[in-house]
């Protein structure tokens, strides 16, 4: 069974459209995060969610607005898409235990912006 | 945030062992050192963690220096499939826990058959 999974695992939009990025774990956790790598292959955090409250926004612009449903998803909904929204998105989840706590990613969404 | 210095990249044989080092002079006290890795086309995955001794598991495993300012990844017998990007991370204190990862820019690791 997969752990953390994601959909779709590819994407391919125009500029201008919105699009959603799904995101579900099964592992129980309590705290989920999204973190885009871009070309340059650097991974950074954009937001982060505990027990369905936000606890991380990384100054990320306001077209970016996740959702957490319930501990088991959170999701992505990018609007107006531009070129440089072209990236790898991971989700990742983990339980909430201080410096020791151990995230588990999910495979990654390819976003590529036409 | 406290930051941490690798190599950019790395060469090693097929079923050597592999010394990948981080150095991270600005830790604090209560910091954990934490390791993640990223095989190609995938998201990252943790590979190990420790505070202050040395720590192993199935994995690999972690000496960390007596003044915590460096540690080293010890891989003992390199596979091929364990080419990736390995991050040193340090646990991120100055935000009230909030869990977040801060990654470098990584080692990337080949090895060569």
């Known amino acids: 069974d997969t752990a953390v999974s994601q959909t779709p695992k590819y994407l391919v939009t125009q500029m201008g459209n919105d699009k959603s990025i799904k995101c579900e774990q099964n592992?129980?956790?309590?705290?989920m995060y999204w973190y885009k790598q871009d070309s340059k292959k650097f991974l950074k955090i954009m937001f982060s969610?505990?027990?369905?409250?936000?606890?991380i926004n990384e100054t990320v612009p306001n077209r970016f607005s996740p959702k957490s449903p319930d501990k088991a998803h959170l999701n992505l909904h990018i609007n107006s898409l531009e070129l440089g929204d072209s990236a790898v998105y991971f989700c990742?989840?983990?339980?909430?235990?201080?410096?020791?706590?151990?995230?588990?990613f999910g495979p990654g969404t390819r976003l590529l912006v036409l | 945030d406290a930051k941490t210095t690798q190599p950019n990249s790395m060469e090693s044989n097929e079923e050597e062992p592999v010394h990948l080092p981080c150095n991270h002079s600005?830790?604090?006290?209560?910091?954990?050192i934490h390791w993640y890795r990223q095989l190609p086309s995938q998201g990252p995955e943790y590979v190990i963690h420790?505070?202050?001794s040395n720590v192993n598991n199935r994995m690999a495993s972690l000496a960390i220096a007596e003044d915590r300012k460096s540690s080293t990844l010890i891989l003992h017998r390199a596979t091929l499939r364990d080419a990736a990007v390995y991050y040193c991370?340090?646990?991120?204190?100055?935000?009230?826990?909030?869990?977040?990862?801060?990654f470098g820019q990584g080692t990337t690791l080949q090895v060569k058959p």
């Open positions: 600005t830790i604090s006290g209560t910091d954990y």
């Open positions: 969610y505990n027990n369905k409250e936000l606890i």
């Open positions: 420790g505070l202050t």
């Open positions: 592992l129980g956790h309590d705290t």
């Open positions: 990742a989840s983990s339980q909430f235990r201080r410096e020791q706590e151990t995230q588990y």
């Open positions: 991370i340090l646990r991120d204190k100055g935000s009230g826990n909030t869990g977040k990862l801060i």
